[in-house]
């Protein structure tokens, strides 16, 4: 069965930085296209964030709302994706989502992990 | 990047169908077939349900099917059942290595 299960979410205060993490398993993370999509309370879906795979040398893109504020990296050996997001603010609290992106969907998503920003 | 535009909520009785419009530009949705559709119940993870317009993956029932014309995608799921009742999202590719969803639609089984 394949998984995705995020982590490193809580309360964070404005200005301040958060670190997530996607863990795969039953899943090669470094073969996929990976994307980051997130949840703000009562809201709809926003896409934040991509990393193409190993072959085209882990490329990144983001959203216009995150760009120079988010960036995703990855692990191979530890078949991990993460997202550094530095200075938080407000409205970026959300439940934030990794998906496998294929064939311009996104075909397997994790549970999420909440980011509250807040003073 | 502005999110596509689809109805706040939809309704329909067990047995009936429903159909969601999910409407862009030519930039996305009228220029891709990279166009996909997303159950999402309460509490829960978003759920593929469509993906490249009209293609269903593994395990989704055949009530569900999309389609496109112009600059607008829709999404209809035949013979309602309770269980379908959950929120639903369009995506599409928007070029420049960009995604966009839609503002999503309440589905509602009477």
């Known amino acids: 069965e394949v998984l995705l299960v995020e982590s490193g979410g809580g309360l964070v205060q404005p200005g301040e930085s958060l670190r997530l993490s996607c863990a795969g398993s039953g899943i090669t993370l470094s073969d996929h296209y990976m994307d980051w999509v997130r949840q703000g309370p009562g809201k709809g879906l926003e896409w934040i964030g991509r990393s193409v795979n190993k072959a085209f040398s882990y490329t990144t893109d983001y959203a216009a709302s995150v760009k120079g504020r988010f960036s995703i990296s990855r692990d191979e050996f530890k078949n991990s994706l993460f997202l550094q997001m530095n200075n938080l603010k407000t409205e970026d609290t959300a439940m934030y989502y990794c998906t496998r992106e294929m064939y311009g969907g996104f075909h397997i998503w994790g549970l999420g992990t909440m980011v509250t920003v807040s003073s | ?110």
């Not at chain 2, 930039?27 to 490249?52: C, F, M, N, T």
């Open chain 2, 1 to 110: 990047q502005s999110a596509l535009t689809q109805p706040p909520s939809a309704s329909g009785s067990p047995g009936q169908s429903v159909t969601i419009s999910c409407t862009g530009t030519g930039s996305d949705v009228g220029g891709r077939d990279s166009v996909s559709w997303y159950q999402q119940h309460p509490g829960k993870a978003p759920k593929l349900v469509i993906y490249e317009v009209n293609k269903r993956p593994s395990g989704v029932p055949d009530r569900f099917s999309g389609s496109k014309s112009g600059n607008t995608a829709s999404l209809t799921v035949s013979g309602l059942q309770p269980e379908d009742e959950a929120d639903y999202y369009c995506n599409s590719y928007a070029g420049s290595n960009n995604f966009v969803f839609g503002t999503g639609t309440k589905v509602t089984v009477l």
